[in-house]
């Protein structure tokens, strides 16, 4: 498992809380963030978090797995990296 640390910001940039354990505080992202997992995909989040510790999420990029672009899993709050830093205009 890996931890998360550092300050964290949504696509629009507002900050992003953390949990104390370090993984990301699943309940402020919203339908069309996006962020990136810890292996480095770019991912959109399509549902919020209904326990706090999975999302479903579609792959957008994914240079390790060109297969997954375009499917929907579901993601664990230990997955998430830093978010990409994309503004709202470019969904």
């Known amino acids: 498992m890996k931890s998360i640390s550092g300050t964290m910001a949504t696509s629009e940039g ?3 809380e953390q949990t104390e354990c370090g993984a990301m505080d699943l309940s402020v992202l919203k339908p069309g963030d996006r962020l990136r997992t810890v292996d480095g995909a770019l ?3 399509i549902r919020e978090s209904e326990d706090g510790h999975w999302i479903l999420v579609r792959y957008l990029l994914d240079t390790n797995d060109p297969s997954l672009i375009g499917t929907e899993d579901l993601c664990h709050e230990d997955e998430l990296a830093e978010p990409d830093r994309l503004d709202a205009a470019s969904r």
């Open 14 to 16: 507002h900050p992003r």
């Open 43 to 45: 991912i959109e989040v």
